[in-house]
């Protein structure tokens, strides 16, 4: 496993895996959650992030009430840590539930949340005692 890429996390207030990150050169806060099938964006961050949009606006499902409007982008480059860089499409959603809810509890806000689609598509494997992500 050492020749794999290895990326520090940390864990928040709330027992939450973060990551730090470079999305299109900008620095960006990721929540690591294994139980989202996509990764995502705040979409407030748009522009910040220079992400592109890539279709029509969709109804969303998340661990919120109801359904949220969404919208894909178009694949932009990611980089964990100084090792791992590659291409990642992310949905933009409305995380401001998210982030007051982490803010309630003490922890600092997100901007995105890294799931499933980028963890499996990067083979990622969580070392939770070394508080490290493997790509």
Request: with cysteine; proline share 0%; hydrophobic share 40%.
């Given at each position: 496993m050492n020749s794999r890429p290895s990326i520090r996390l940390r864990i928040s207030k709330t027992k939450h895996l973060l990551c730090n990150a470079q999305i299109n050169?900008?620095?960006?806060?990721?929540?690591v959650d294994t139980g989202a099938?996509?990764?995502?964006?705040?979409?407030?961050?748009q522009d910040h992030f220079e992400l592109r949009v890539k279709g029509d606006p969709f109804d969303a499902a998340g661990a919120s009430e109801g359904k949220m409007q969404a919208v894909m982008t178009r694949p932009s480059k990611i980089q964990l840590g100084r090792s791992f860089k590659g291409k990642q499409g992310f949905v933009l959603l409305d995380l401001n539930h998210v982030n007051t809810?982490?803010?309630?509890?003490?922890?600092?806000?997100?901007?995105?949340?890294?799931?499933?689609?980028?963890?499996?598509k990067n083979k990622a494997v969580i070392?939770?005692?070394?508080?490290?992500l493997l790509l």
């Open positions: 050169g900008k620095s960006a806060v990721l929540l099938s996509n990764s995502c964006i705040h979409n407030a961050l809810s982490l803010i309630s509890q003490g922890a600092h806000k997100i901007d995105g949340i890294l799931g499933a689609d980028f963890l499996k070392d939770y005692a070394q508080r490290k």
